[in-house]
């Protein structure tokens, strides 16, 4: 099995990373010269094929590109097909399943880096066309010319015609989300990137509206008017008897069959299918909570405990995250949350954590602030209606399989703990036999950050200490900015187990990994982070080239941004 992980980990890297962009650059590549190949070789586009040039076969190569692109670009953020692989394939294909659910949002970003980059080359190719509509303008062929003249206006084809002015707006449409898809801008303003990102929406409709100008002509009596007739002379023609049955008519055209508009719509039923769905299970009694407890916490945080209505309990597993919306903050947006307490026995609870680190969060924790501010000063009475929350999930992520591995190494950066918070809680009330080795890096620039679960961590090493078991559970806090050893002392000076393993600045990842490979040789290590994305990459690096000392480590790693 040691072998297979190994084999499994030195791979699935290079797959994902080189092989998939190669695969599916492939598959476009193909797409586009089997269209190219058709337009470029098809006798019923010779005439628009000669005012056009190479203009007319690249357009329409890029179109079925894009095309099947759209169709499948909504399928990875699809939270719904996700469950439903999870249900269906998560107990035969544990492993592969969670390497998909991790590549998700690279899926994502894949098939908008390819759609974005075709879309630019599809516009380039069309004004081509236009300039060549113009300037190859043809009076006998004005039937298939979308040029009213030789003396038409360029401008006037690109941005008047119903054609010219919904390209630009898809494409227009395209570069505005790209750019408020920044990171920068999702963690600060994510009503921009939500709001833009449902753009999208306006692309699908320029889809369908696009194509039904009917530029693009096909002649449609190739029987009776085969090509170059038309440079055939007039005696020429009715003294040769063959030639009179070749081109006994002259060319007729018309728009071809369109059935572009079903790939948009497959794209676009799977968005609507995959809302109304959660949408429905949201508000379904299922699903309903109530507000529990709502407080702000040192360091910026809001903790929040909701109780499902219903008695039946609702399956939620370690690891697992949840949408959340807050009417009172906005209708519209849903925002993910690792759970940090889960449903038990004796109660129908779950728990939330949530770091004010962007607009949304923001405002969230300023209204709870105010609440607790105005109940001090009005001793106690509430001002203001209770907040309530919609819940979406829970849906699983990759840290839902920490609980299957032998041995783990978790690297949390500030709020990114949560995720490992349910695996502390559940190993607190359970004697459950793996993870048979737990190490926990937590990363946090402010002191208070780590009053959250301190008490967590603490009673966890005193349960393994109690059974014996010391080495089953190591700690290591990093406090990166304004390192105090007075304000240590005054936090955790009765917490002997935290305050030995509180360290100055950041982890020197060099001897973390080092220590592995040294405990564990030729052992399998799963690697789990959650945090910003510079922290992904470190130590991604770092498992990669450690890997060769003879641990395997085997990364992972969550982020919702």
């Excluded at 269209?35 to 000669?50: E, G, K, M, T, V």
């Excluded at 130590?539 to 941004?561: M, P, V």
Aim: charged share 20%.
């Amino acid at each position: 099995m040691e072998n297979v992980n190994k084999i499994y980990h030195s791979s699935k890297n290079y797959v994902f990373k080189y092989i998939l962009a190669l695969l599916w650059t492939s598959f476009n590549f193909f797409i586009f010269c089997k269209a190219f190949s058709n337009y470029h070789q098809d006798a019923a586009y010779f005439y628009l094929s000669r005012i056009l040039g190479n203009g007319l076969c690249v357009s329409r190569g890029t179109a079925p590109v894009l095309n099947v692109t759209m169709a499948i670009i909504t399928l990875p953020t699809s939270r719904t097909f996700n469950l439903l692989l999870h249900n269906i394939f998560g107990r035969c294909s544990q492993r592969l399943l969670v390497h998909y659910l991790e590549k998700v949002k690279v899926l994502h970003l894949l098939l908008g880096v390819s759609l974005i980059i075709v879309a630019i080359i599809h516009s380039v190719a069309h004004i081509v066309n236009i300039i060549n509509f113009v300037g190859n303008y043809d009076e006998r062929y004005r039937e298939i010319n979308w040029a009213n003249g030789p003396d038409d206006s360029v401008f006037r084809l690109l941005f008047t015609t119903p054609t010219g002015f919904s390209g630009w707006i898809m494409l227009v449409t395209l570069i505005a989300i790209a750019c408020l898809a920044q990171r920068s801008v999702r963690d600060r303003f994510y009503n921009s990137f939500f709001a833009s990102h449902h753009l999208f929406l306006l692309f699908y409709g320029m889809m369908f509206y696009h194509p039904l100008g009917n530029i693009i002509k096909e002649q449609v009596n190739i029987d009776k008017h085969k090509i170059m007739c038309d440079s055939v002379d007039n005696v020429t023609l009715h003294s040769n008897d063959d030639l009179m049955v070749m081109c006994a008519e002259p060319p007729r055209f018309a728009a071809p069959e369109k059935h572009a508009w079903i790939w948009p719509l497959i794209g676009l039923l799977i968005y609507l299918v995959d809302i109304s769905y959660r949408h429905l299970t949201s508000h379904s009694q299922r699903y309903r909570v109530v507000t529990e407890q709502c407080y702000a916490m040192t360091g910026q945080a809001v903790h929040l405990r909701l109780q499902f209505l219903r008695k039946s309990k609702v399956k939620v597993l370690p690891g697992q995250y949840v949408l959340l919306q807050c009417p009172l903050i906005s209708t519209l947006e849903w925002h993910p949350f690792t759970i940090t307490e889960i449903p038990t026995d004796s109660n129908n609870n779950l728990t939330l954590t949530i770091k004010a680190r962007g607009d949304w969060t923001e405002e969230l924790y300023e209204r709870v602030v105010q609440r607790e501010q105005f109940r001090r000063n009005l001793g106690g009475v509430d001002p203001y209606r209770r907040m309530e929350f919609l819940l979406d999930g829970p849906y699983p992520s990759v840290m839902s399989t920490m609980m299957d591995y032998k041995r783990i190494l978790f690297i949390g950066a500030g709020v990114g703990i949560t995720p490992f918070v349910t695996i502390m809680k559940h190993l607190l009330r359970s004697n459950v036999e793996c993870p048979a080795r737990i190490h926990l890096i937590w990363i946090a620039r402010n002191l208070e950050t780590f009053l959250w679960f301190t008490d967590e961590i603490a009673r966890l090493q005193e349960k393994y200490w109690a059974q014996n078991k010391p080495d089953r559970f190591r700690v290591k806090l990093h406090w990166t900015q304004n390192y105090d050893e007075g304000l240590v002392e005054e936090c955790f000076g009765d917490m002997l187990a935290i305050k030995s393993r509180m360290h100055r600045g950041r982890p020197n990842w060099n001897d973390v990994f080092l220590d592995l490979v040294t405990l564990y040789p030729k052992k399998l290590v799963s690697v789990f982070s959650c945090g910003p994305k510079e922290l992904t990459k470190e130590i991604r690096a770092k498992c990669k080239e450690y890997s060769r000392h003879g641990c395997t480590l085997n990364y992972f790693h969550e982020g919702f941004g």
